[in-house]
C-alpha cells in the first residue's frame, strides 16, 4: 500500500516550492538581472525535468507500482525536446 504522507509530502514539497519561487520572481520582476532569472529558470527545469522524475522513479520502485500523484506531473523526460 501505498502511504499518502509520503507522496502527498513529495507533490506539497515540489509544487510549494515551484509556487513561492515563481511569486517571489514575479514580485522581484524589475530588480531581478539576468544570470538571476536564468538560475531561476534553470531551477525550475531541474526540478520539472531531472529531480522530479527521478523522485517519481524512486516512490514507484519502493511501492512496487506506480505512484499516479507523482506520475501525473512529472513530465516525460523528452518533453522539453518535443
Do not use: C, H, W
Not at 520582476?29 to 524512486?58: G, M, T
Amino acid at each position: 500500500m501505498i502511504d499518502p504522507t509520503v507522496v502527498d509530502g513529495v507533490v506539497r514539497l515540489l509544487e510549494r516550492y515551484l509556487l513561492a519561487m515563481a511569486q517571489e520572481a514575479k514580485a522581484r520582476l524589475l530588480s531581478i538581472d539576468d544570470a538571476q532569472s536564468l538560475s531561476l529558470v534553470a531551477n525550475a527545469f531541474f526540478l520539472a525535468e531531472d529531480l522530479l522524475p527521478r523522485v517519481d522513479k524512486e516512490l514507484s520502485k519502493a511501492f512496487r507500482r506506480s505512484v499516479p500523484q507523482v506520475s501525473e506531473i512529472a513530465p516525460s523526460r523528452s518533453y522539453i525536446f518535443r
